[in-house]
């Protein structure tokens, strides 16, 4: 199993771009979420999903939209990025939503800058 | 609403010497916690956590934290730090959705 994977590693944006981070799993994951990593803020959740075709809000979701058509796949679109954005993002997933059933596994991350 | 903090931003260690990193935690319930370890570089990997049952939980790398409901706090220990020890740790809490601290980043010295 590949576990959880992120695609890019990096990527630097211009104000106002938009962009696509990708995020797969091959663990058949029903729950899956996006976070943000800043300096002295630890991680923030920004959007999760409890299956396909069910997503819903995180601490800090303004900016970024997910959607989830397939279990495996859970996209995060910034529709206009802004400097503010800048932050590394680490996609997650567990086996059951509630997850004081089982633990979340975390990507690598993909480190995003935005200009 | 749930939240963590990880009182101490940075802790310096020697090689051989133990280690005690320090979580508190707000939760309306009995709280689900976790302890991540990040190395420089890669995503967070997960080093112990606690739902219920024993209060002093093991995890791997020989780390092991306690649980202490009156004073809401979860803090791991190792007894002998490795030099490959140095990494940022984030202790969480919460059940479908995780809050993390600001995290605790450990420094090794020879």
């Known amino acids: 199993n590949a576990g959880v994977t992120q695609t890019p590693k990096f990527q630097v944006l211009k104000t106002g771009q938009s962009m696509t981070l990708q995020c797969a799993q091959d663990m058949n994951h029903e729950y899956m979420s996006w976070y943000r990593q800043d300096p002295g803020m630890g991680l923030r959740l920004i959007h999760y999903s409890v299956g396909a075709g069910i997503t819903d809000q995180g601490e800090v979701p303004n900016g970024y939209n997910v959607s989830r058509s397939t279990t495996e796949d859970f996209p995060l679109r910034l529709l206009s990025a802004a400097p503010s954005q800048t932050s590394v993002y680490f996609c997650?997933?567990?086996?059951?939503?509630?997850?004081?059933?089982?633990?979340?596994?975390f990507g690598p991350g993909t480190r995003l800058t935005v200009l | 609403a749930q939240s963590v903090t990880q009182p101490d931003i940075h802790i310096t260690v020697s090689e051989g010497a133990s280690l005690e990193l320090r979580c508190n935690y707000s939760?309306?319930?009995?709280?689900?916690l976790f302890w991540y370890v990040q190395s420089p570089g890669q995503g967070l990997q997960l080093l112990l956590k606690?739902?219920?049952?024993?209060?002093l939980v093991q995890g791997i790398k020989g780390f092991e934290a306690e649980f202490k409901r009156s004073q809401s706090s979860f803090n791991l220990r190792k007894p002998s730090v490795h030099w490959s020890d140095a990494a940022e740790y984030f202790c969480a809490v919460g059940e479908d959705k995780l809050s993390f601290g600001a995290g605790t980043t450990v420094t090794v010295r020879a």
């Open positions: 939760y309306g319930a009995t709280p689900y």
């Open positions: 606690y739902f219920s049952g024993d209060t």
């Open positions: 997650a997933s567990s086996s059951d939503y509630g997850i004081g059933a089982d633990t979340q596994y």
